[in-house]
């Protein structure tokens, strides 16, 4: 039986700026429409979380049973470790799974807006049949498309028009940012275990743009998501905060693209998320003052 504490590592605590990102962001673009309401607000933390993290333990189920993590460079990987068995790693998932669902059910009655229902639903299969199912579209190379559009578009301007009813061309900017740096983290995810996908017969993005490609792919998506807000420091001229994480991006993006060894790539990953965090900071602070 896998200890708590394996049970933590293998929810991927790295990964969770990702979820709490894009509701920092979605939010300040609600307030800046006048309308943060902080109870629906703390709702949409509990979906996101709810998703990365239910995300996280149907991956290692899925890969897992599949064998792809049997000789995996990176972080502790429950099933494929041996520590729990597949079904119970499966039920966990789902667990995280229906809080989001309960959470997302009481987001929408709130806000008045049924029709999210169908988004819901459509992340949570999005989160499942990533990896999951007999044809899963992370293995093909559509992960990252998944990931821009659920943890950048969805997440963020669920949490705005949720709060505010409305949207903004500044939530458009914080959505496609904050999307942005949650592909970046797969893709450096995904370039680290490109050895082992690619003998695995996993067809990820990075597999298919190349170890060169990918590896470019991360400073790229990391630039053009500091540039997106900053088309509206006319009106916010404190968003010209946001170059600050020009220099934030350094170190990363240097160890991207010079790391000789998969397992230098590992705190990229950390590295990653604490950037996705000081970007909402920054997005909020560059609305607020």
């Known amino acids: 039986m896998a200890s708590f504490s394996q049970w933590v590592a293998a929810a991927r605590l790295r990964t969770l ?3 709490i990102a894009p509701v920092v962001v979605g939010s300040a673009a609600a307030a800046q429409l006048g309308s943060f309401h902080l109870g629906k607000a703390l709702l949409a933390l509990i979906v996101a ?36 068995a597949p079904a119970t790693v499966r039920n966990m ?5 229906g809080i989001a669902a309960v959470a997302g059910l009481a987001l929408t009655i709130w806000a008045d807006a049924w029709w999210l229902i169908l988004v819901g639903v459509a992340a949570i299969v999005a989160a499942w049949y990533y990896t999951g199912g007999k044809n899963p579209y992370g293995y093909v190379g559509l992960g990252e498309i998944f990931v821009f559009i659920f943890f950048g578009l969805v997440a963020v301007l669920g ?4 709060q505010a009813g409305q949207l903004s061309g500044l939530a458009w900017a914080g959505a496609v940012g904050t999307g942005l740096v949650s592909t970046a983290l797969l893709m450096a995810n995904n370039v680290r275990d490109i050895p082992t996908d690619r003998q695995a017969g996993k067809r990820t993005l990075a597999v298919r743009l190349g170890d060169t490609k990918a590896r470019w792919s991360y400073p790229v998506m990391l630039a053009i998501a ?33 790391a000789k060894e998969r397992g230098e790539l590992i705190p990229v990953l950390k590295m990653t998320g604490l950037f996705g965090i000081l970007y909402a900071v920054l997005f909020t602070l560059g609305i607020a003052l």
Do not use: C, H, K
């Not at 064998?67 to 995996?72: K, L, N, S």
């Open 17 to 19: 700026p990702m979820a």
């Open 49 to 84: 979380l709810a998703l990365q993290i239910g995300v996280n333990y149907s991956n290692d189920y899925s890969d897992g049973i599949r064998g792809t993590d049997d000789d995996r460079v990176g972080p502790f990987r429950i099933t494929g470790s041996g520590a729990s």
């Open 226 to 258: 500091v540039a997106a807000p900053l088309f509206f420091v006319r009106e916010y001229p404190w968003m010209w905060l946001m170059l600050i994480l020009l220099v934030v991006s350094l170190r990363p993006s240097l160890i991207m693209l010079e």
């Open 159 to 162: 949490t705005t028009y949720t």
């Open 93 to 97: 998932a789902f667990t995280f799974y």
